[in-house]
């Protein structure tokens, strides 16, 4: 069974550029999150979506936003990168809403903002 | 009181020797304490977790120890292996009601198992 699949693994932008990434659960999953890991740290939690609605956020700027598709795949964009949004992306998906069933993480998407 | 304090930040020991990892947190809404392993290039995968309700827990050769009273749960490795290397994030959540989660993370601990 194919888990948690992002995409892209890895992307380079600049200052100001936009950036889309993508997520793709588990079959079956109805609940995405959103994690970001900067260097040396633990995932931040960014937004938890369930069922197509936005159902967590974290403490995160505007320029941040998601949306969950009918088919439960899910996108993260920033706006008007900054250098410290270099980071690892997480997503993660899970079979119930919240956190005390299992959150399963896919590997990321390395982004890093020159 | 959002914060999960974890040490220590990295952890050199002998292969079968038993790896400590403490955590502690603030905020007494907290009902769900998992650990996660993460291995380099690849996303944290779930070891073990437990609820406030036990003392401690067991999986294989992983079992976390939790002190209630004291606000603090650690992560014990028995006869820990060269494949345990890796990083060791403890988390904690809440229950928000209705369908939310979200995972507080702590900062990790880079564990390294000698041969």
């Known amino acids: 069974d194919a888990g948690v699949t992002q995409s892209p693994t890895h992307l380079i932008k600049t200052r100001g550029q936009h950036v889309t990434l993508r997520c793709s659960p588990i079959?079956?999953?109805?609940?995405v999150s959103w994690y970001q890991q900067v260097l040396g740290q633990g995932p931040q939690f960014i937004f938890q979506?369930?069922?197509?609605?936005?159902?967590g956020r974290g403490n995160f700027p505007d320029r941040f936003s998601a949306r969950q598709f009918p088919n439960y795949s899910s996108e993260l964009n920033v706006n008007a990168l900054l250098l410290g949004d270099s980071a690892l992306y997480l997503c993660?998906?899970?079979?119930?809403?919240?956190?005390?069933?299992?959150?399963?993480f896919g590997e990321g998407s390395r982004l890093t903002v020159l | 009181q959002q914060q999960v304090k974890q040490s220590p930040q990295s952890l050199i020991v002998q292969k079968g020797g038993i790896p400590i990892i403490n955590c502690a947190y603030e905020?007494?809404?907290?009902?769900?304490f998992p650990w996660y392993q993460q291995f380099p290039g690849k996303g944290p995968a779930l070891l073990i977790a437990i609820r406030p309700d036990v003392s401690e827990k067991k999986e294989g050769r992983f079992t976390i120890s939790f002190n209630k009273s004291a606000k603090q749960f650690s992560l014990h490795i028995m006869d820990s292996q060269p494949g345990d290397s890796a990083t060791y994030f403890c988390a904690a959540s809440r229950n928000y009601g209705g369908a939310t989660n979200k995972l507080i993370f702590g900062t990790g601990t880079l564990l390294a198992v000698q041969p």
């Open positions: 905020n007494t809404a907290f009902d769900y």
């Open positions: 993660a998906s899970s079979l119930v809403s919240r956190a005390t069933g299992e959150l399963f």
């Open positions: 079959s079956g999953h109805k609940s």
């Open positions: 979506y369930y069922e197509k609605e936005e159902r």
